[in-house]
């Protein structure tokens, strides 16, 4: 029923409202600004140089030489999409959804979630701590992406806390008895201690989760076969098991219609955000499709071994200069041989210990003497790499 969910949307009416708009600190504000709360939030995230990076990593298939393959930066617009359709029919905060949309994936390692994997291990074995991009997500967004005010200062985001539960909330499985949202405010640093611990503190944050998994289901299959991973013959089992749900021809149109309208059709105040339960198990076929024929595909898996160097290798090489106090100077002796990689790193790092400048008005998250916040330093930095300039500065590490 459309509206059906509008005396849960996050607005001033909602009794979770003071958390939900609750930022880490006050954000500085500019006479006339005409901006909604989560507007602000959206214009934000558009604006940082994270969101910038999207569209150079990797969302299933690294590197395609075709223009028309889906990039990570693709997928988080279409999640915007997908969830405003939902969100604008169910009566929820659409302004809240794009928000959450956009910056959902900012925490996304370079290539995809095998980068992901590969940074995960070194992380266990360095720091003790697994890496996920949902967590990540929060700690960019949190920490180590800035923007300058109106005096030139760089600051944290400062995003409200229904965006930062959205992005660190997002992932996870939708239950057959759809996604309620949780009723209370939690710490997010210290209770997400992996992922999907929790649903979305918010119904926008749950339409979000939703959408990821609709956004990306069918496109993948579309990107599949534009590049030769099977022919689209191969869709016909499941084609002909489906039909009675998804009708006589399946594509991503198709995929996208039902999933959408069968969420506005189910959801509600008792199910929470849902499907049906027959196209519930279609989606399900599907999953499990793309997992067999994808995610798993010999050809998609051969470059792993290629991911896997990259991100070692750069690891290897700026985890060697830590020295405890002496650090910088010990990147200096190295930079020598590997200057712009060096001075990248270096400069970046800085901004974000005691020894920035004044014009750096966002948290101090690293203390270099530290050897575990060096490495920590060093992983941050790699999980915002793009698989291009990842790979070139492995290859400048090569070079001669």
């Given at each position: 029923m459309q509206g059906i969910l509008k005396d849960f949307a996050a607005?001033?009416?909602?009794?979770?409202?003071?958390?939900i708009t609750k930022r880490r600190t006050v954000l500085y504000n500019q006479d006339g600004d005409m901006r909604t709360t989560f507007v602000r939030d959206y214009t934000r995230i558009i604006n940082s140089s994270a969101y910038r990076r999207l569209r150079n990593k990797t969302q299933v298939f690294f590197s395609p030489q075709s223009d028309h393959i889906c990039t990570r930066i693709e997928h988080v617009n279409h999640v915007e999409s997908i969830s405003y359709t939902i969100a604008k029919y169910l009566g929820?905060?659409?302004?809240?959804?794009?928000?959450?949309?956009?910056?959902?994936?900012?925490?996304?390692?370079?290539?995809?979630?095998?980068?992901?994997?590969?940074?995960?291990?070194?992380?266990?074995?360095?720091?003790?701590?697994?890496?996920?991009?949902?967590?990540?997500?929060?700690?960019?967004?949190?920490?180590?992406?800035?923007?300058?005010?109106?005096?030139?200062?760089?600051?944290?985001?400062?995003?409200?806390?229904?965006?930062?539960?959205?992005?660190?909330?997002?992932?996870?499985?939708?239950?057959?008895?759809?996604?309620?949202?949780?009723?209370?405010?939690?710490?997010?640093?210290?209770?997400?201690?992996?992922?999907?611990?929790?649903?979305?503190?918010?119904?926008?944050?749950?339409?979000?989760?939703?959408?990821?998994?609709?956004?990306?289901?069918?496109?993948?299959?579309?990107?599949?076969?534009?590049?030769?991973?099977?022919?689209?013959?191969?869709?016909?089992?499941?084609?002909?098991?489906?039909?009675?749900?998804?009708?006589?021809?399946?594509?991503?149109?198709?995929?996208?219609?039902r999933f959408v309208t069968d969420v506005c059709q189910n959801s509600s105040p008792e199910r929470g955000i849902a499907?049906?339960?027959?196209?519930?198990?279609?989606?399900?076929?599907?999953?499990?499709?793309?997992?067999?024929?994808?995610?798993?595909?010999?050809?998609?898996?051969?470059?792993d071994n290629f991911f896997k160097l990259v991100i070692n290798q750069i690891y290897e090489l700026l985890s060697e200069a830590w020295k405890g106090e002496d650090t910088f100077e010990e990147l200096n002796k190295i930079a020598v041989y590997y200057p712009k990689i060096i001075e990248r790193f270096s400069s970046w790092l800085i901004g974000y210990t005691r020894f920035h400048g004044e014009e750096y008005k966002n948290d101090v998250i690293f203390d270099i003497e530290k050897e575990k916040d060096y490495k920590k330093a060093i992983i941050t930095y790699i999980s915002g790499m793009t698989d291009k300039f990842a790979i070139e500065t492995y290859n400048d590490i090569i070079s001669f």
């Open positions: 607005n001033e009416n909602n009794p979770k409202w003071e958390e929820l905060n659409t302004e809240l959804t794009r928000a959450i949309s956009v910056a959902h994936d900012l925490g996304h390692a370079p290539f995809g979630h095998k980068g992901e994997k590969f940074l995960s291990e070194i992380s266990q074995r360095e720091l003790g701590e697994a890496f996920w991009h949902e967590r990540n997500g929060l700690w960019v967004v949190d920490k180590t992406e800035l923007l300058e005010d109106y005096e030139k200062c760089r600051r944290n985001l400062d995003l409200t806390y229904a965006v930062r539960d959205g992005i660190v909330a997002h992932c996870g499985e939708v239950s057959d008895d759809g996604i309620i949202p949780r009723d209370e405010a939690v710490d997010l640093e210290s209770s997400f201690t992996a992922p999907s611990v929790l649903q979305p503190f918010t119904y926008e944050g749950c339409v979000v989760k939703i959408a990821d998994r609709i956004s990306y289901i069918g496109r993948d299959i579309n990107d599949a076969i534009d590049l030769g991973i099977f022919p689209r013959e191969k869709i016909d089992a499941i084609q002909e098991e489906l039909s009675e749900v998804l009708g006589e021809k399946m594509n991503n149109t198709v995929l996208l219609n499907l049906s339960p027959a196209v519930k198990r279609a989606m399900d076929v599907v999953n499990k499709f793309n997992l067999e024929n994808i995610y798993r595909c010999k050809r998609v898996e051969y470059s």
